[in-house]
């Protein structure tokens, strides 16, 4: 395990390297304001993953269904970006949730980044988990249990 004290100290190239390093299956948890927004470099990996036969999957805060207090004008962008990055990431399965408490998790086969949230702390601050299955694999198990568990009641963009 590894352990980085904040999101925005892990480098741009060790994400590229984990989306990359995907042979079987590559799957992003986040909320909309996840490094895909910020960093199109990210969104070619997972796409070129999939083009290869990989399966990856990105599930997003669908912060257009919340009910939160957002203007049209913000849920009009909100879906902009929801578009874009959808058609950005080709073959890459794609979904919105409208889960409230959740890691943002991250993985390449059986390798996790599990960014910590934190209540009040901005997620560039929260801290990074980076998990590799070992033996019985607990750790890496409840968070991938996470995921599918979200990713089973999102929705699909279209």
């Known amino acids: 395990m590894t352990v980085y004290p904040h ?9 590229a390297r984990l989306f990359g390093s995907g042979t079987r299956e590559v799957g992003v948890l986040a909320d909309s304001g996840f490094l ?9 990996v ?11 999957r990105v599930c997003l805060a669908d912060l257009v269904m919340s009910d939160g ?6 849920r009009s962008a909100i879906r902009q970006i929801a578009a874009g990055l959808r058609e950005g990431l080709g073959a890459a ?3 919105l949730h409208v889960v409230g408490d959740y890691n943002t998790i991250c993985y390449a086969d059986d390798d996790l980044m599990v960014v910590q949230h934190i209540y009040g702390l901005p ?22 249990g ?13």
């Open 7 to 15: 999101r925005d100290s892990v480098p741009p190239e060790t994400w």
């Open 36 to 44: 895909l927004v910020e960093d199109s470099v990210l969104v070619g």
């Open 46 to 56: 997972l796409a070129e993953r999939a083009r290869a036969g990989v399966l990856v």
């Open 69 to 74: 207090p957002e203007s049209e004008r913000e």
């Open 93 to 95: 399965e794609f979904r």
């Open 123 to 144: 997620a560039g601050e929260a801290p990074v988990l980076r998990l590799r299955r070992a033996g019985g694999g607990d750790m890496v198990r409840a968070y991938r």
């Open 146 to 158: 996470s995921f599918e568990r979200i990713w089973a009641g999102a929705r699909s963009l279209g």
